[in-house]
Protein backbone atom coordinates (compact mmCIF):
# COMPACT_ATOMS: atom_id res chain seq x y z
CA UNK A 1 0.00 0.00 0.00
CA UNK A 2 1.37 3.27 -0.98
CA UNK A 3 1.30 6.09 1.59
CA UNK A 4 2.73 9.85 1.20
CA UNK A 5 2.47 11.38 4.71
CA UNK A 6 3.04 15.11 5.31
CA UNK A 7 4.30 16.93 8.21
CA UNK A 8 5.58 20.47 8.90
CA UNK A 9 3.03 22.54 8.90
CA UNK A 10 1.36 24.73 10.90
CA UNK A 11 0.79 28.85 11.42
CA UNK A 12 3.63 31.73 11.12
CA UNK A 13 4.20 35.64 10.40
CA UNK A 14 4.82 37.01 7.31
CA UNK A 15 8.76 36.57 6.61
CA UNK A 16 8.75 33.55 8.91
CA UNK A 17 10.11 29.64 7.50
CA UNK A 18 8.40 26.16 7.52
CA UNK A 19 10.00 22.92 6.07
CA UNK A 20 7.35 20.29 5.26
CA UNK A 21 8.24 16.89 4.90
CA UNK A 22 6.59 14.28 3.15
CA UNK A 23 7.61 10.62 4.29
CA UNK A 24 6.68 8.34 1.18
CA UNK A 25 6.56 4.03 1.79
CA UNK A 26 5.08 1.13 -0.52
CA UNK A 27 7.02 2.34 -3.39
CA UNK A 28 10.65 2.61 -5.15
CA UNK A 29 10.94 5.81 -4.19
CA UNK A 30 14.14 6.55 -5.83
CA UNK A 31 12.06 5.66 -9.21
CA UNK A 32 9.79 8.72 -8.44
CA UNK A 33 9.76 12.23 -9.51
CA UNK A 34 8.16 14.24 -6.62
CA UNK A 35 5.87 17.26 -6.30
CA UNK A 36 4.56 19.63 -4.26
CA UNK A 37 1.49 21.28 -4.82
CA UNK A 38 -0.83 23.95 -2.97
CA UNK A 39 -4.62 24.50 -2.81
CA UNK A 40 -6.22 27.56 -1.75
CA UNK A 41 -10.42 26.90 -0.51
CA UNK A 42 -12.46 27.90 -3.70
CA UNK A 43 -9.65 27.49 -6.18
CA UNK A 44 -7.71 25.40 -8.48
CA UNK A 45 -4.68 23.03 -7.11
CA UNK A 46 -1.48 24.18 -8.20
CA UNK A 47 1.73 23.11 -8.51
CA UNK A 48 4.38 24.70 -6.52
CA UNK A 49 7.99 22.65 -7.06
CA UNK A 50 9.34 18.71 -7.88
CA UNK A 51 12.02 17.18 -8.15
CA UNK A 52 13.05 14.24 -10.21
CA UNK A 53 14.64 10.91 -9.36
CA UNK A 54 17.85 12.71 -11.44
CA UNK A 55 17.42 15.49 -8.76
CA UNK A 56 16.44 17.67 -11.77
CA UNK A 57 13.74 20.80 -10.17
CA UNK A 58 11.43 22.96 -11.33
CA UNK A 59 9.84 25.87 -9.47
CA UNK A 60 6.64 27.99 -10.07
CA UNK A 61 7.72 31.76 -10.14
CA UNK A 62 5.72 32.87 -7.15
CA UNK A 63 8.11 30.51 -4.87
CA UNK A 64 11.33 31.31 -6.78
CA UNK A 65 14.24 32.27 -4.26
CA UNK A 66 12.18 31.59 -1.45
CA UNK A 67 11.53 27.64 -1.73
CA UNK A 68 14.00 24.83 -2.11
CA UNK A 69 12.93 21.16 -2.60
CA UNK A 70 15.01 17.93 -1.84
CA UNK A 71 15.04 14.47 -1.25
CA UNK A 72 16.79 11.90 0.52
CA UNK A 73 16.29 8.87 -1.23
CA UNK A 74 17.96 6.70 1.95
CA UNK A 75 15.09 8.11 4.31
CA UNK A 76 11.83 8.07 1.09
CA UNK A 77 11.36 11.65 2.18
CA UNK A 78 10.55 15.08 0.11
CA UNK A 79 11.10 18.31 1.91
CA UNK A 80 10.21 21.78 0.91
CA UNK A 81 11.88 24.26 2.94
CA UNK A 82 10.32 27.44 2.49
CA UNK A 83 11.31 30.84 3.74
CA UNK A 84 10.30 34.11 3.64
CA UNK A 85 6.56 32.93 3.52
CA UNK A 86 3.83 35.46 3.00
CA UNK A 87 0.43 35.41 3.44
CA UNK A 88 -0.62 34.50 -0.07
CA UNK A 89 1.57 31.07 0.66
CA UNK A 90 -1.52 30.17 2.95
CA UNK A 91 -2.88 27.50 0.99
CA UNK A 92 -2.96 23.36 1.85
CA UNK A 93 0.21 21.76 0.81
CA UNK A 94 0.34 18.44 -1.15
CA UNK A 95 3.20 15.88 -1.63
CA UNK A 96 2.53 13.77 -4.78
CA UNK A 97 4.61 10.75 -6.73
CA UNK A 98 4.60 10.30 -10.32
CA UNK A 99 6.52 7.35 -12.10
CA UNK A 100 6.21 8.73 -15.83
CA UNK A 101 6.42 12.52 -15.68
CA UNK A 102 9.18 13.09 -17.43
CA UNK A 103 9.70 16.92 -17.96
CA UNK A 104 5.72 17.74 -17.33
CA UNK A 105 6.36 18.14 -13.64
CA UNK A 106 3.40 20.83 -13.53
CA UNK A 107 0.53 18.52 -14.92
CA UNK A 108 -1.02 17.32 -11.86
CA UNK A 109 -2.15 14.22 -14.06
CA UNK A 110 0.86 12.87 -14.18
CA UNK A 111 1.56 12.16 -10.71
CA UNK A 112 0.34 8.40 -9.22
CA UNK A 113 -0.25 9.18 -5.77
CA UNK A 114 -0.58 11.78 -3.27
CA UNK A 115 -1.15 12.53 0.39
CA UNK A 116 -3.66 14.27 2.45
CA UNK A 117 -2.01 17.49 2.30
CA UNK A 118 -0.88 19.95 5.44
CA UNK A 119 -2.30 23.16 6.49
CA UNK A 120 0.34 26.13 5.90
CA UNK A 121 -1.12 29.76 7.25
CA UNK A 122 0.93 32.71 6.89
CA UNK A 123 -0.41 36.09 8.64
CA UNK A 124 0.63 39.57 8.40
Known amino acids: QVQLVESGGGSVQAGDSLRLSCAVS????????MGWFRQIPGKEREFVAA???????DYTDFVKGRFTISRDNDKNTVDLQMNSLKPEDTARYYC??????????????????WGQGTQVTASS
Open 96 to 113: AAGAYVGNNYRRQEEYDY
Open 51 to 57: ISWRDNV
Open 26 to 33: GLVFGRYT
